[in-house]
């Protein structure tokens, strides 16, 4: 069974930093490109961050740009979204996603979710 496990949210001030992981079972990270959604309250899904099976290549949201950065272990089955410069509209519901093949913006591409984790940016 495939579990995509997230951890690392929480509650921080605007201009804060918050590292999420993102721990992997029941499958081999290195065939999957990962990726990270967020789900603001009254919001649809939006993509966050992407990153391919060796991680040479990443792809971000524009408004993430120059402020998050994706990355994995491949041989700690992990991956991670690494948070900087919060702002309060960052707050979200964080999920990590996977999928066989290329990283995608696309919420369809993904094969396998966790359940989220709570990100909280307060002003």
């Known amino acids: 069974q495939v579990q995509l496990v997230e951890s690392g949210g929480g509650l921080v001030q605007a201009g804060g930093s918050l590292r999420l992981s993102c721990a992997a079972s029941?499958?081999?990270?290195?065939?999957?490109?990962m990726g990270w959604f967020r789900q603001a309250p009254g919001k649809e899904q939006e993509f966050v961050a992407a990153?391919?099976?060796?991680?040479?290549?990443?792809l971000y949201a524009d408004s993430m740009k120059g402020r998050f950065t994706i990355s994995r272990d491949n041989a700690k089955n992990t991956a991670f979204l690494q948070m900087n410069s919060l702002k309060p509209e960052d707050t979200a519901v964080y999920y990590c996603?996977?999928?066989?093949?290329?990283?995608?913006?696309?919420?369809?591409?993904?094969?396998?979710w966790g359940q989220g984790t709570q990100v909280t940016v307060s002003s």
């Open positions: 029941g499958l081999t990270l290195s065939r999957y490109a």
């Open positions: 990153i391919s099976l060796s991680g040479s290549t990443t």
């Open positions: 996603t996977a999928r066989g093949g290329w990283p995608s913006q696309s919420t369809g591409a993904y094969d396998y």
